[in-house]
């Protein structure tokens, strides 16, 4: 899996294709959202404000865990 830095390294994402579960670093914790579709995911990377689209979109849809 493949990390992507985003807003100056504040969050870290990365995504599992074969699970389908997105991964997160963000302020020194580790969340892993599931059943993630590919496409909220290329939407976070191209998001103007990926803080927002996590917490908004990603956070309101999948269910998550703090790893």
Do not use: C, R
Not at 9 to 25: N, P, R, S, T, V
Not at 33 to 54: G, Q, R, T
Request: proline letters at 1%; aromatic letters at 14%; glycine letters at 4%.
């Amino acid at each position: 899996m493949e990390w992507s830095s985003l807003e100056d390294g504040a969050i870290e994402a990365g995504y599992d294709e074969m699970l389908h579960q997105l991964h997160i670093k963000k302020t020194g914790d580790y969340y892993i959202y599931y059943e993630v579709e590919k496409n909220d995911f290329i939407a976070l990377l191209e998001s103007s404000s990926p803080s927002s689209y996590l917490k908004d979109t990603i956070a309101s849809k999948y269910e998550a865990n703090l790893a």
